[in-house]
DNA sequence: AATAAAAGTGAGTAATCACTCACTTTTATG
DNA sequence: CATAAAAGTGAGTGATTACTCACTTTTATT
């Protein structure tokens, strides 16, 4: 009945960030994230996690084979985390269940939604978009989610939205495109680059959805 | 007559990246450029930059102080090049002399004229938008010619737009958000992400330009 | 309580790093 | 041509790096 809690419980155990963490485990991840995030991973040393998470530099090494098996264990189930929701079943559905008028809230529900996980996990985002470009295993990983689970749904939603004449008549691939870097925009703008800003977030969020539809409005 | 090639003229002799070069130092610029856009700034070595240069390592530091300063010289003149067009005087005052259904042309001419230089700066584009981050100078400049120089004129161009009905009465804040989201994400998803898909960039140029326009439309 | 497995430790190591410096070669100047 | 300044060199250096390993401590199992 809810598949997205159930996938994202299932993207939780399967890496175990959140499970079975022994306290100094988590010291150490949680350590990590915040030096990552600050100097970013080439010029991040792990005896400097080590020290942060007052453990021994040893025990990272017991628990993650080289310094690069840390950040993947850091950032993979974030990706997964942060971009399956953006199109997950329960959205899709929304779609095609109800009335064609929904692509407002629709949009307005996804961007709250991704906002305030963004919010949450701002050194997470900082990480991901810092070291997708340098770590091939991180753009293999991209592929595998978004491609193959998030694109579909995305394609699938776009092209309901076609036929009832809500959305105008380009190609999916750069509608997609146009979606993404205005939400993507907002979210480094808003998380990234000026987070100290005087920020009306509700206003903004509905801002960018008004620019989203009407620049897809068929005309 | 035309300030916005004095203007590029000074900035390029103000930092000699293309005059008063030794071959030797072009060398090393180009190496350097390809390794930083490679590998990224923290995971490059001198070492490396001097081999593929055909340079003695000790070339590098002739002329670079720090490697540091190396990557501060690639970059601050690019980011000036790079930014200063977006709204630079030749453009603005086609703003305020021509008609104001020239909003439309406007975005187009712009995004034209930054798209070309992006396809031939690609490695700097990305050595840029990876480095900003870690690098309080670069922050630093990136503010006195955004924030000071190009920021003002994107307003003053907007509030021209508005009074004539071009464009909607949100914050300049949030307009100039929206437009730089919606082009830097063509051109980081053309040149960054995606540079080997089959593009029609004249089509997404202009479906570009229509998802602003729109987007901004007065209702 | 006995025993084994798992977790934790920190001194040690080989490799790599940015940078220096004494020296040679090339270029510019009068 | 003489001379000095600028450009180029590469072996050398001290600091830092990710990672190992023999060992101790804690936890789980019977």
């Known amino acids: 009945m809810n598949d ?106 996804i961007l709250k939604d991704r906002f305030a996980f963004a919010a949450e996990n701002a050194p997470l985002l900082r990480i991901v978009l810092q070291e997708m470009a340098f770590h091939p295993e991180l753009q293999q990983r991209f592929q595998d989610v978004f491609i193959k689970d998030v694109y579909p749904k995305f394609e699938a939603a776009l092209d309901r939205l076609k036929q009832g004449g809500q959305v105008v008549d380009k190609p999916n691939s750069t509608i997609i495109r146009m979606i993404m870097s205005a939400v993507m925009g907002f979210l480094i703008t808003r998380f990234i680059l000026s987070p100290d800003l005087d920020w009306d977030d509700e206003r903004e969020i509905e801002e960018t959805v008004a620019f989203i539809m009407y620049g897809l409005a068929e005309k």
């Open 4 to 109: 997205l809690k159930d996938m994202m419980r299932a993207l939780e155990q399967e890496d175990g960030e959140e499970k079975n963490l022994t306290p100094k485990q988590a010291q150490i991840l949680k350590a990590a994230v915040e030096i990552f995030a600050e100097k970013g991973y080439a010029s991040s040393s792990t005896s400097e996690i080590a020290a942060r998470a007052n453990v021994a530099e040893g025990t990272i090494f017991r628990h993650y084979k080289t310094k690069k098996d840390l950040l993947i264990s850091i950032v993979t189930p974030f990706m997964a985390k942060f971009m399956v929701p953006f199109f997950a079943a329960r959205f899709t559905r929304r779609v095609f269940d109800e009335p064609p008028e929904e692509f407002r809230s629709l949009l307005s529900t």
